[in-house]
């Protein structure tokens, strides 16, 4: 019975299912018929537009004998003006309720099927009957409103005679304004063309005077050669050291197989004579052992036991022999613990020399490392791996007998060769950069100072113009809601006004200079005003970029040029400012305590602007902040290349090492 009455509570859901299955299929062709009326509407609308443009013709061809009525025509046409702009509204508010009310109702329809389709299984029909009572009465509503707003279309027809004149004069606007729009582009295009103009003009002239300063580098060649022959003198004590450092590593590689060999011999010496001495001791042992068993063997074969005195003349004797076979024993335990203590000793030794040669191969990978990191890609850097040990060799130790040492001392020297050709061609590598380095200082050395100031700022003003022009043409470029460059714009008709497509959805589609209330009948993408707007925030945004970059690099050569012009004898070169850039390096006199520097240095600053300069004696490159320290080394003279290790102390002429430190205009100079 429970069964029989759960199939009739279904059954009766399945038919409230299938009658509300209908209701809304009778809902769609209601609407679909509202949707036949509208176009219907429209199809009248057509044809009203059609009956105005003859009644227009009409019109004209009767304006000639209605002059008398011209003020009365006017006040009508006054009147109807009024009427025409509340039509138009009330037009705009009822298609755009009509389609949300459509769209409130069909997701309103769509809600209520979805959750009567869930409710189904849980709550077996109830409240379907109050449900459908209500979505009829809402049907039934929005029946009637659809009547009333047929009724108000058909009175607003009359109403859209007017707009066609309307239509027609702001199109005229439109493309009048158009016009206007292009005229003033087009002469900001020739105000920037000739500004370009300009520009080539002057980047011209600035290449002219760089090739006249390049062609003055040539009274320079006195200088470079001295600079050449002190490099050439710094690389010849460089290769010196070079040379020294890899005899005394190979002197000490050498040292250590020398051991390692005299270890390995010695281990192998001891235990040959360790194993003779064993087999000695061994086969006398043996013999020993063989000659008791043969006495015991005849003393069990003997006759019966003798008188008293021949038993204990047996027992002496079996005490002596008991005696002797354990001083044998004693003896032999002896001489293998001697022999495993030389063992142990030897293998001891060969495990050292292992650990030695172990710590050797690090120092030459770390080093091979280290000049793999620093050395310029190419055929004359490090290989890769230089100074690693082959993966056999890894992990692993030698046992004590010697056979992987051997190995490992043929790896290490393989290394050291290898390290010692990366530290060469390390070497040859510094020497052309250096080359190059004086080159380029050379070069820069050559520019003026004032030449440049004045092309830097004709550049700048010239700059500073065309950022004005691209500036002038952002108001027909802006959009009136959010105030910025137009993002996909739209023209609205009748209005006029252009808004970009995220704005005026904001607003609803709603005019925000003709009035919250003020709807367009239509907008029109506005194709070419996008177009132009992408192309000026394009130039505006390069433009502005050149002229930040010029106004960070104002000053910056040309301050650094002249700091190092009119600093000929600075001791080891001071900094620069922030504008500045790297200060001039001086004539190298920067003296310690008790040395001076005979060669001057570099200095290398760190800012925000690149600059140049020169002084006495040497030539820097670099760039130099509000408080940035300097760098100054070079060599001294009779020794070896100063090291400058402590600021302030050195030891001057003879000795090779040169330091001090010097102040100078926002920055400090060691000596290195």
């Known amino acids: ?32 018929a509202a949707d036949e009326v509208s176009n219907g509407l429209q199809l009248q609308l057509a044809q009203t537009r059609g009956a105005l443009a003859d009644a227009r013709r009409q019109q004209q ?79 039934t509503i929005t029946q009637l ?35 206007e729009r292009e005229r003033e582009v087009h002469s900001a295009h020739g105000d920037a063309c000739s500004l370009r103009a300009r520009v080539d003009e002057l980047s011209a002239a600035l290449a002219g005077e760089v090739a006249a300063r390049q062609q003055l580098a040539a009274g320079k060649a006195a200088v470079e050669a001295e600079h050449r022959a002190a490099l050439q003198s710094a690389q010849a004590v460089a290769d010196e050291r070079v040379e020294a450092e890899r005899q005394r590593l190979g002197a000490r590689l050498e040292a250590v197989e020398a051991e390692v060999a005299r270890l390995t ?5 001891d235990l040959a004579s360790a194993q003779l001495a064993h087999e000695h001791e061994r086969k006398q042992l043996t013999r020993r052992i063989e000659e008791l068993g043969e006495e015991l063997r005849q003393m069990k074969e003997a006759p019966p036991p003798q008188p008293p005195s021949m038993s204990n003349a047996l027992a002496v004797l079996h005490t002596q022999l008991n005696a002797d076979l354990q001083a044998a024993k004693d003896q032999y335990d002896r001489s293998l613990a001697l022999y495993k203590e030389q063992l142990e000793g030897t293998q001891s030794n060969v495990r050292s020399a292992w650990s030695t040669c172990m710590k050797l191969s690090s120092d030459l990978a770390l080093v091979g490392r280290h000049l793999q990191r620093t050395g310029a890609p190419g055929p004359g850097g490090m290989q890769e791996g230089a100074g690693e040990l082959p993966p056999a060799l890894r992990g692993v130790a030698d046992d004590g007998g010697g056979a992987l040492l051997k190995e490992l001392a043929a790896a290490l020297r393989l290394g050291f060769t290898q390290v010692v050709e990366g530290v060469q061609n390390a070497v040859r590598r510094l020497q052309v950069a250096q080359q190059r380095n ?70 609803n589609g709603l005019c925000s200079e003709c009035g919250s209330d003020s709807a367009a009948l239509m907008t029109i993408a506005n194709a070419p005003l996008d177009a132009i707007c992408a192309k000026f925030e394009l130039k505006r945004s390069a433009l502005a970029a050149i002229q930040r970059a010029l106004q960070q690099a104002g000053g910056g050569g040309a301050a650094a040029v002249a700091a190092a012009v009119a600093a000929p004898a600075a001791a080891g070169g001071g900094g620069g400012g922030s504008g500045g850039g790297g200060g001039g390096g001086g004539s190298g006199t920067a003296a310690g ?8 240095g570099k200095a290398y600053g760190h800012g925000h602007v690149h600059g140049y300069g ?43 090492e040169s330091g001090g430190r010097a102040e100078g205009a926002g920055g400090t100079s060691s000596g290195v």
Request: charged share 20%.
């Open 61 to 139: 061809a009767a304006e000639q004998e209605a002059a008398r009525a011209a003020e009365a025509a006017a006040e009508a046409d006054r009147a109807a003006a009024a009427r025409v702009a509340n039509a138009n509204r009330l037009v705009s508010a009822v298609q755009f309720r009509a389609t949300e009310a459509g769209n409130v109702l069909a997701n309103r329809l769509d809600a209520v099927s979805d959750r009567l389709t869930r409710q189904l299984a849980d709550r077996l029909g109830r409240g379907l009957a109050s449900e459908a009572e209500r979505v009829d009465r809402a049907i």
């Open 438 to 507: 004086e080159e380029m200082e050379a070069k820069v050395a050559a520019v003026d100072p004032a030449a440049w100031n004045a092309v830097a700022s004709e550049l700048r003003r010239t700059v500073a113009q065309l950022v004005h022009v691209e500036d002038s043409l952002g108001p027909p470029c802006t959009c009136l809601m959010c105030l910025e460059v137009f993002k996909s714009p739209v023209t609205l008709i009748p209005c006029g006004h252009t808004f970009c497509r995220k704005c005026l959805a904001k607003a």
């Open 593 to 600: 305590s008790h040395g001076h520097n005979a060669y001057g």
């Open 265 to 269: 011999r010695t281990h192998q010496r």
């Open 145 to 179: 409103k659809l009547q009333s707003w047929e009724g108000e279309l058909l009175e607003v027809e009359a109403g859209l005679a007017g707009l066609g004149r309307t239509l027609e004069v702001l199109q005229a606007g439109a493309v009048r304004r158009r016009a």
């Open 1 to 32: 019975a429970a069964l029989a009455a759960k199939e009739a509570e279904l059954q009766q859901a399945q038919s409230l299912l299938t009658e509300m299955e209908g209701k809304y299929q009778a809902s769609l062709s209601k609407r679909m």
């Open 614 to 656: 020169h002084g006495q004696g040497q030539s820097v490159s670099g760039t130099h902040g509000p408080s940035g320290h300097a760098y100054g080394g070079g060599q001294g003279h009779g020794g070896r290349p100063g090291s400058g290790l402590r600021p302030g102390s050195g030891q001057g002429n003879g000795g090779g």
